[in-house]
């Protein structure tokens, strides 16, 4: 069975720093080390990865370092339709969150890759932008309510956007969750790394990987 694996990337602007350059220009490099991701993800038999790229809370960081970001979004995006390896690998891909938030070109961008991706199922990678958990559980209690349903486990699980990753991984030596998947991951085994985003390589995924497996999970009983 292919694992579900969430990753949390933090740490692209302190590489930058660490480097003696802006801080915002972390997120270029944060962005190369995904295109990596994908090949890693396909040799190591993972089957879905949910990435969490932009929270909603990022939009209240500087404007212009937003700008700087939501540019390379579209830029790196873009790239997508033309990149051999989503059609060959039958990769879905799938944006989620807040997108009216963006601007029209890049809600535009995001909804042609989707369009295209929607119907490959070998593979599937979910970008979070402009996400926040507790707004997606409300949503979902919402859509409930709107077609007269029962508030319960069960419906509310249904209608969330994304299902239950096997594990997380958080780069940057945060320990924190910081509103990823606050429902789905209530069972996920956790990996806390020191390594910023950047700095992350094949075998650390690897490992993580392993460490997995070794773990029991008893899903609280």
């Not at 069975?1 to 720093?17: P, S, V």
């Not at 972390?26 to 190369?32: S, T």
């Not at 790196?76 to 051999?84: G, T, V």
Request: proline share 1%; net charge positive; aromatic share 14%.
């Amino acid at each position: 069975m292919k694992l579900h694996a969430g990753i949390i990337l933090d740490g692209n602007r302190r590489f930058a720093r660490k480097l003696g350059i802006k801080a915002w220009k972390g997120h270029e490099f944060g962005a190369k080390k995904v295109e990596k991701l994908f090949d890693w993800a396909k040799e190591l038999d993972i089957g879905e990865l949910t990435l969490y790229c932009f929270s909603l809370d990022n939009f209240k960081r500087d404007k212009e370092e937003v700008e700087y970001l939501i540019n390379i979004f579209k830029k790196w995006f873009r790239r997508f339709r033309n990149d051999k390896r989503i059609n060959e690998d039958n990769i879905r891909i799938v944006f989620l969150g807040d997108l009216k938030r963006f601007d029209d070109e890049l809600q535009m961008i995001m909804q042609e890759i989707s369009e295209k991706t929607k119907n490959y199922k070998k593979f599937r990678i979910n970008f979070l932008m402009g996400y926040d958990g507790r707004q997606e559980i409300l949503n979902a209690v919402q859509k409930i309510i709107d077609n007269n349903g029962a508030i319960n486990e069960d419906n509310i699980t249904k209608n969330l956007s994304v299902g239950e990753p096997d594990f997380i991984i958080r780069t940057g030596g945060e320990i924190r969750t910081s509103g990823f998947l606050p429902w789905q991951t209530i069972y996920s085994e956790w990996f806390f790394l020191d390594k910023l985003w950047p700095e992350i390589e094949k075998e650390d995924l690897e490992k993580c990987i392993n460490e997995f497996k070794k773990r029991g999970r008893r899903f609280g009983q």
